[in-house]
């Protein structure tokens, strides 16, 4: 199962009953350096507000809308390869997913989307592996360029209205169930956390429990 979370990482890591102020200067200095060793790869300061008392949106991809989304974002442009029916059990045991991963997915469209699970509100179009605050190694990314990525994927593969993306929220995403309903479960939770972290210049990241 995993969470989309739209909000201040002080919230993110304190958790729902957490002390989120506690973390505030925390994820400050990790911003901070996390800035110094990015350097000039940045077009921008990497800034948003960590306030303890902003609000969060947590969205639920089910329990394999974000296996389900990615896998279907990587077929997408390989059309020489044939559309897995069924979301795996994991995403390893698939040798073409296995295989782009090793390279960071370097040559996808969606490489955001693909590599990263931490979305920070500055463009730029690499990714980064970095320790996120709790010391957890990530593939960071950035917000605008994965908003971007979302609405090319819909327009080439689903074409919806963004409107009508909401609808799929209640889509089953069971593991080892179809593929097609999963990914847009997975894709109607991730839209909605990064809509809702794009107005508000805050990052994204996803939780997998």
């Known amino acids: ?3 989309a979370f739209a909000g201040p990482l002080c919230r993110f890591f304190a958790g729902e009953h957490g002390d ?19 350097g000039r790869n940045l077009r921008a300061p990497l800034a948003w507000a960590e306030d303890a008392t902003a609000p969060a949106l947590w969205a639920d991809l089910g329990d394999a809308g974000w296996m389900a989304l990615r896998l279907f974002a990587f077929y997408a442009e390989r059309s020489d390869l044939e559309l ?23 040559r996808s469209r969606y490489g ?3 590599a990263c699970r931490c979305w920070l509100p500055a463009e730029f179009a690499f990714t980064a592996r970095v320790p996120l605050p709790d010391g957890e190694p990530a593939e960071v990314g950035s917000l605008p360029v994965l908003r971007d990525q979302l ?13 009508n993306v909401a609808d799929w929220a209640q889509q089953p995403a069971p593991p080892g169930g179809a593929l097609l309903p999963a990914a847009q479960r997975g894709f109607a939770a991730l839209w ?14 996803v939780a997998e429990v």
Not at 93 to 101: I, T
Not at 152 to 162: M, P, S
């Open 1 to 3: 199962m995993a969470r």
């Open 20 to 38: 989120a102020a506690a973390l505030v200067a925390g994820v400050e200095a990790w911003r901070g350096e996390l800035a110094r060793a990015l």
């Open 84 to 106: 897995p029916d069924t979301v795996p059990a994991l995403l390893e045991l698939d040798q073409q997913w296995r295989s782009a991963q090793d390279q960071k997915f370097e």
């Open 112 to 114: 955001q989307l693909l």
């Open 151 to 163: 609405r090319w994927l819909n327009q080439r593969t689903f074409a919806v209205d963004e409107a």
């Open 192 to 205: 909605a956390a990064v809509v809702d972290a794009q107005q508000r210049g805050l990052p994204v990241i």
